[in-house]
């Protein structure tokens, strides 16, 4: 079997009966009845996903995946294309957002060259970028397929590696992207699984202003009629539309949830990767956690396909696997409120009168 198809035998649904248990304990928290709400969920949703009610979450490290896109001669991004490599060197450099709260979180960080239009050979020889490139950008999907079909699996199966490599090092993954122009494609990725139309899924990027957006849901219409994409294949997605970081997200979730461990995902670039793995296999949304509602458009809509609740809505739109690393605060919480709060029986608390 291929590395896809052997991850694909491995992803087993949640643990059902961790979660029980899980939900059974917090219910005799010495609080009223699930007065914590959605972080007792989340609790539960540890427990299930690790198969544990004391699961291991101490280790976190947000992934970003880099790539660059051909679409940009569209006219679709106000920043050039040489930004995508500049701000690798920045988060290796330690100086982007991602990295602020990343040390919030108490999480590193991992770069990963999917396909950066530029070099940074240089990072990857110091050992501070991951190299997966699988080419320095992806075809203009305004006229033709982002990359071949066995390009497409060579991303997924990058991701995976990723994800395995970090197997014994990690416990709980996030997903991040850079590349300028990534909106795009992203956009038209979710529209074609979920079948909204281009201007419910497109948003504004990086500030763009009326004129600009009317133009980039425009490109969005013509990269779907010129490429067609099947939404019952997801590998065909992101081959005709998507991006190799895209595809990268894809595989690091589904290697996470052949492994049984959490991963968080981000906005609207790691929402379309996520809706690649769950093309591929629907069993891996069990492993994912939706991190925040984005700004853009597009992601409440792609969030709601894989039947996911964001846990943040700050109004955040900057990728980089940001909102990610907040959440992991919150699972954080989560973990200490399953094993740290006492039941009314421990602490010998009387109960709420029937």
Do not use: C
Not at 19 to 39: I, S, V
Not at 273 to 280: C, E, K, P, R
Not at 295 to 300: D, I, S, T
């Amino acid at each position: 079997m291929s590395v896809l198809e052997e991850t694909i035998a491995r992803i087993a649904p949640r643990d059902k009966d961790a979660a029980d248990r899980a939900k059974a304990r917090l219910e005799q928290l010495t609080m009223p009845h699930w007065a914590l709400g959605r972080l007792l969920d989340l609790a539960v949703d540890l427990a299930g996903i690790t198969g544990s009610v004391r699961p291991t979450v101490t280790r976190k490290t947000v992934i970003v995946m880099a790539g660059d896109h051909g679409v940009v001669a569209e006219g679709v991004t106000k920043y050039p294309q040489e930004v995508t490599v500049q701000m690798v060197a920045n988060f290796v450099n330690g100086g982007a957002g991602i990295n602020a709260l990343a040390r919030v979180a108490g999480a590193g960080v991992t770069v990963v060259d999917m396909g950066v239009a530029g070099d940074v050979t240089d990072l990857v020889t110091q050992g501070k970028v991951v190299s997966k490139k699988i080419s320095p950008g992806t075809g203009n999907i305004a006229v033709g397929p982002a990359m071949s079909r066995e390009d497409a699996i060579r991303s997924v199966e990058a991701g995976i590696d990723v994800a395995l490599t970090l197997r014994h090092s990690v416990d709980v993954m996030g997903t991040g992207d850079m590349g300028i122009g990534n909106t795009t494609p992203s956009a038209a990725t979710v529209a074609a699984f979920t079948g909204a139309s281009p201007e419910q899924v497109t948003g504004r990027g990086a500030g763009l202003d009326d004129s600009q957006y009317g133009h980039k849901v425009s490109v969005v219409e013509k990269i779907l009629r010129v490429n067609n994409p099947d939404p019952s294949d997801a590998l065909d997605v992101l081959a005709k539309v998507g991006g190799f970081e895209i595809g990268g997200i894809a595989g690091l979730i589904l290697g996470a949830a052949s492994m049984r461990k959490p991963v968080v995902i981000d906005g609207l670039i790691s929402t379309a990767g996520a809706l690649v793995a769950h093309g591929i296999e629907p069993r891996s949304a069990e492993y994912m956690i939706a991190a925040h509602k984005s700004v853009e458009k597009g992601h409440l809509i792609a969030l709601n396909h894989l039947g996911k609740k964001p846990l943040l809505d700050l109004e955040m739109r900057l990728g980089e696997g940001t909102g990610a690393a907040l959440a992991m605060v919150l699972i954080d919480a989560a973990f200490r409120i399953m094993t740290e709060v006492a039941t009314f029986e421990e602490a010998a608390v009387s109960g709420a009168e029937q």
